[in-house]
């Protein structure tokens, strides 16, 4: 994502420590990690099992149990892009294997100049205007096949 | 001053709003035209988004679709007086679309602005809760199992009796959680109500705490709807502010807090013991039931969680009493279901009615058909863990038992429709690799029979040994189900077993090719 910080233990200190007074403040601690670093590093994720006061396998299994926290840097720009159903019933399906194709990339691949990566979501709750996607946090609604090229060749600039 | 509404509803800014809104303001000081911009919620008529709504004497006129190109002719037209454009869609409150509902639990979204608590009380707000001080905890208990409301989250559980059963527990920490993870597909009205009426949901939360003896509630949110998030925290800071959350609620000697949490993109967290293990920082693994969460729940706790439908619907059943509730729907579904059109359809949006009504006159009439002008061929009911529905089933009514006895679920009220272009075995497929890609993985059924699910309906497709591996796949479709924790695994059948039920001819496709 664009504008992430370099990690530092001592930054990731401070965000763990800022979140201590919650209950079961892990959920929000990987968040603020993920926002500020742009991805959670392992280092981090050692910080977090030191301060949780569980081991780093537990710590670990907690990251990677959810498709939202990733363990190495992104491309500058994110596009999610729907696949569950109702875009599907909009041709989503189609739209997007030929858009990833023309990209060759797989779902979660990221362009070779690490301007995108291209995620698959299950829905966004726009399914009344599928086939829909998310770019940059930005929602878009009944997307088609020049939209989404626009959006790539707004991520390259 | 003339009041524009343009909504901050997260469907109405994917088709733009954000920009019409900036658009709006720049023209009207252009013209000098003193104008008050609104940022209100959807009002459900998705395929008007944006729609712009101007306040005049004979009541509120919409104009819609509106793009950023038609700002200067609506001013033009004399849009802030109500005037002619091809855009104008009369009088909001008389279109047919909104005239055939009953909005009980929408019955603000919309139509004021979401973040003032002063317009919130105008229209009722907090009525149901000062209601609830009146009466006490256990008339609000009684209340609320009276009404018959059942979780609007999927399982239809009866809420009084859950809510009874956090109550009886001792006094002690207990908590309230609202299930704001709305995973499945073809549903929006959780994130609707969140970003149109957050005060509803607030309210819920206060007189389920109140009634159970909870003071401190959790929002789960999905990651998926920043929008909610946003509006949400604002709404609980602004309730904060004017004293309806905190310590001593309006003189009432009752505190309650609320905080927001956000999900990291698990599906499966949907599931009401998954949501509490990530709740507590945990790996999203479903709990063996008993012991049910409203005995040992939130950190051991008792806990109540509810959809955020159940919940933000309270209000208005304290507010008007269990029996206005009580009388509206069919059999053992009470009330109304705001339904959710989705899909390939022409009017997409959140259409809330009784129970009762039959799927059929929702498809063709409310929703106008296909987008795409096609015949309709299937609906999937209830999200993907519900069935697909072929027409021939049309007259089924919206209600829990109805759709139960056909071997599928209303779920949380999403309806997608397909044309006749679907092929039925793909979506098979998919609902099994869905349910490979968000299995939490405690047990084999789920995780292992979905993959096999997968492979089973790749050779069905590819046409080897057909016969064979759709008996295979039904045998699956059969361990799945019975064998499973929760109904995440244990429901993945039903879209499975109702492509191939309603649509065989979808599973022959290759025998059928090389048969002509
Ligand atoms: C896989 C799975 C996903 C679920 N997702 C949701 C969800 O997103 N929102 C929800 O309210 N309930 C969901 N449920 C149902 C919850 O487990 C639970 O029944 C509900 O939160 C109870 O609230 P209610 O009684 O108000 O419906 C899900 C269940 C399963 C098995
Ligand atoms: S059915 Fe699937 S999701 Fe549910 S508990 Fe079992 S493995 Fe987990
Ligand atoms: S299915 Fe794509 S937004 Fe809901
Ligand atoms: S562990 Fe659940 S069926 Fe085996």
Redesign the interface.
């Known amino acids: 994502m664009a504008g992430a910080a370099q990690y530092s233990d001592e930054r990731a200190r401070e965000i763990i420590a800022a979140h201590m007074g919650?209950?079961?403040?892990?959920?929000?601690i990987?968040?603020a990690i993920q926002k500020e670093f742009g991805y959670v590093p392992d280092a981090a994720v050692k910080q977090m099992a030191e301060a949780?006061n569980i081991s780093r396998a537990e710590m670990h299994?907690?990251v990677t149990?959810?498709?939202?926290?990733h363990r190495a840097p992104h491309g500058r720009h994110t596009l999610k892009i729907c696949r569950?159903?109702?875009?599907?019933?909009?041709g989503a399906?189609r739209q997007a294997r030929a858009f990833l194709d023309k990209l060759k990339l797989d779902w979660g691949g990221t362009t070779p100049d690490g301007a995108l990566t291209v995620e698959p979501?299950?829905?966004?709750?726009?399914?009344?205007?599928?086939p829909?996607a998310?770019y940059d946090?930005e929602?878009?609604?009944?997307v088609d096949s020049e939209r989404l090229d626009e959006i790539a060749a707004e991520a390259r600039d | 001053m003339a009041k524009v509404y343009i909504p901050l509803d997260m469907a109405a800014v994917a088709m733009g709003a954000d920009k019409l809104a900036a658009a709006v303001a720049k023209e009207a000081a252009a013209r000098g035209e003193n104008i008050e911009i609104v940022r209100n919620g959807s009002r459900g008529m998705l395929w008007l988004e944006p729609l712009i709504e101007v306040e005049t004497p004979a009541g509120r006129v919409g104009y819609g679709p509106a793009k950023v190109k038609d700002v200067a002719s609506l001013f033009d037209a004399g849009f802030l007086a109500g005037a002619a454009h091809a855009l104008n869609i009369g009088i909001v409150d008389e279109h047919p679309w909104m005239k055939k509902q009953n909005r009980v639990t929408f019955v603000r979204c919309g139509v004021i602005d979401p973040l003032s608590v002063a317009e919130y009380e105008a229209h009722n707000g907090f009525k149901g809760l000062k209601r609830a001080f009146e009466v006490g905890p256990a008339a609000v208990v009684e209340e609320v199992t009276k009404s018959g409301l059942r979780g609007r989250g999927g399982a239809g559980f009866p809420t009084g009796i859950k809510w009874k059963t956090v109550a009886d527990c001792p006094p002690g920490q207990k908590y309230v959680v609202v299930n704001a993870d709305e995973g499945d597909s073809g549903t929006f009205a959780d994130r609707m109500i969140m970003e149109g009426d957050p005060f509803s949901l607030i309210e819920g939360m206060l007189i389920c705490g109140y009634a159970v003896g909870a003071s401190k509630g959790y929002v789960y949110l999905r990651s998926e709807y920043p929008i909610v998030a946003k509006v949400f925290q604002a709404a609980i800071e602004t309730a904060h502010e004017a004293g309806w959350l905190g310590k001593d609620i309006k003189g009432s000697g009752f505190d309650f807090d609320v905080e927001l949490r956000i999900g990291a993109g698990a599906y499966v967290c949907g599931e009401e013991t998954s949501l509490l293990e990530s709740l507590e920082g945990k790996r999203g693994i479903v709990r063996a039931k008993p012991p049910l969460p409203a005995h040992v729940g939130l950190f051991g706790k008792p806990t109540v969680i509810n959809n955020v439908l159940s919940m933000a619907t309270i209000p208005m059943i304290m507010e008007k009493g269990a029996k206005h509730y009580a009388d509206l729907g069919v059999g053992r579904s009470r009330g109304t279901m705001p339904l959710q059109i989705a899909g390939n359809v022409k009017y997409g949006g959140l259409f809330e009615t009784d129970f009762g009504i039959p799927l059929g006159v929702v498809v063709n009439e409310i929703a106008g058909g296909t987008r795409s002008g096609r015949p309709v061929r299937a609906v999937q009911v209830g999200g993907p863990l519900g069935a697909y529905v072929p027409v021939s089933l049309f007259d089924l009514p919206i209600d829990y038992e109805a759709f139960a006895a056909k071997d599928s679920l209303i779920g949380h009220g999403g309806l997608v429709v397909f044309d006749d272009t679907v092929d039925m075995s793909w979506m098979a497929r998919f609902g099994m690799e869905f349910c490979a890609i968000e299995s939490c993985g405690k047990c084999t059924p789920c995780r292992l029979g979905s993959t096999r699910g997968v492979e089973t309906i790749d050779k069905i497709r590819d046409g080897l040994n057909v016969a064979a591996n759709i008996e295979l796949l039904k045998d699956l479709c059969h361990t799945m189900r019975f064998g499973s924790l929760c109904a995440l695994g244990g429901f993945a059948p039903y879209p499975v077993e109702s492509a191939l039920r309603h649509f065989p001819e979808d599973f022959r496709k290759p025998a059928l090719e090389a048969a002509e």
């Open positions: 919650l209950e079961g403040p892990a959920m929000p990987l968040h949780l299994g907690v149990f959810y498709h939202d926290f569950a159903e109702s875009c599907q019933s909009m399906e979501v299950y829905c966004l709750g726009l399914c009344a205007h599928s829909s998310l946090g929602p878009i609604g009944c």
